[in-house]
């Protein structure tokens, strides 16, 4: 892949896709509307800050409810998002083939079951968990929807608003426990935060002309030869470390998970070292591949290892009751 692509005003649509709409069935539209196996992820998110916020006793049915509630949020932002970016997403070759694009569902009909999905997102995890997750869920959608996407044609800083909202569902698992946002949790809320960075800029780097053709101002597009796109990568798969570090130093996680964790992103970062020395597709892809990699690791490793540890707890494995229960209040709300 070139290094000179064309610049985002100059982006010219793609080949129609021929019959393409009629070869979608109801199972894939739907799949593609919601973005089904990215927000699988959102969900496992939501997950882990559930384990990481209870104790040895899991109540199953909230932690259902609490999935669910996320899922259908996740679902109801992905479908706005396509709504506003489907011409943009029709200039792409990795998304000229979604259903808004090829006519394959009116956006109408998208745009009223994402209004109809978050809401009832909302409504599910406001009355059947409490009101503080119900609030994050919404707050999401309207980042996501209201700032992020008409922020991607604007400024590269749209990374780090996205990065936001994939930082928020941890926390929604945790305030589905708690009731409350404790300091652990914004420990939590960090990893998710900074870890997207790295990962996303790796696969824009192997998509930099695409962003280009769909008039999208990532970073990439910009930094024609790569320098300040893998710097960035480096420097923030190395702030991971003291990240997963300060989740045992804060009472999130045990000694074992800290030392999984450290090693774990060393050679995140070395993979970061490789695509900041040679700044091309296939170090793009390592890195992109790792990160994917990366995070069901350590965060499973968290969850296997969750509770605070002190030098004791360390030798004889019987860790003290939570940390963050003796800091300073923090924000509550009662549903």
């Known amino acids: 892949m070139s290094h000179t692509e064309a610049p985002i005003t100059q982006a010219t649509p793609s080949a129609p896709i021929p019959h393409a709409a009629r070869e979608l069935s109801w199972v894939r539209i739907t799949t593609e509307l919601t973005k089904a196996r990215l927000n699988a992820l959102v969900v496992l998110t939501t997950a882990v800050g559930f384990f990481l916020a209870s104790d040895s006793r899991i109540d199953w049915w909230r932690l259902a409810i609490a999935m669910l509630g996320t899922a259908l ?76 996407t008409p922020l991607k044609p604007r400024t590269t800083m749209n990374t780090i608003v996205g990065a936001v909202c994939g930082a928020i569902p941890p926390v929604m698992g945790w305030t589905a426990v708690t009731g409350r946002i404790d300091p652990a949790a914004w420990v939590l809320a960090g990893i998710l935060f900074v870890w997207q960075i790295p990962h996303f800029l790796a696969l824009a780097w192997k998509y930099r002309e695409d962003y280009a053709r769909g008039g999208h101002a990532m970073l990439p597009v910009y930094d024609k030869d790569g320098r300040i796109t893998s710097q960035v990568a480096l420097l923030t798969t190395l702030l991971l470390v003291p990240l997963v570090l300060s989740a045992t130093v804060s009472g999130l996680t045990g000694w074992w998970s800290a030392l999984f964790g450290f090693f774990a992103t060393l050679l995140f970062a070395a993979l970061a070292v490789q695509f900041a020395r040679y700044k091309d597709d296939r170090t793009a892809r390592t890195l992109f591949l790792a990160s994917i990699a990366w995070l069901p690791l350590v965060l499973l490793a968290m969850v296997l290892d969750r509770g605070p540890v002190s030098a004791s707890a360390f030798l004889t494995g019987r860790p003290h009751d939570r940390i963050w229960e003796s800091q300073a209040p923090s924000l509550e709300v009662t549903p």
């Not at 000229?96 to 090829?102: F, H, M, W």
Request: charged share 10%; net charge positive.
């Open 73 to 148: 949020a996740a679902a109801s932002a992905a479908m706005l998002n396509q709504v506003f970016e489907r011409r943009r997403d029709g200039l792409m070759l990795r998304t000229r083939g979604r259903p808004l694009p090829i006519g394959a569902v009116r956006p109408g009909i998208v745009f009223g079951m994402g209004c109809a999905l978050g809401y009832a997102g909302f409504a599910l995890l406001s009355m059947q968990i409490n009101m503080l997750t119900g609030l994050l869920a919404a707050a999401n959608i309207l980042i996501y929807v209201l700032l992020y």
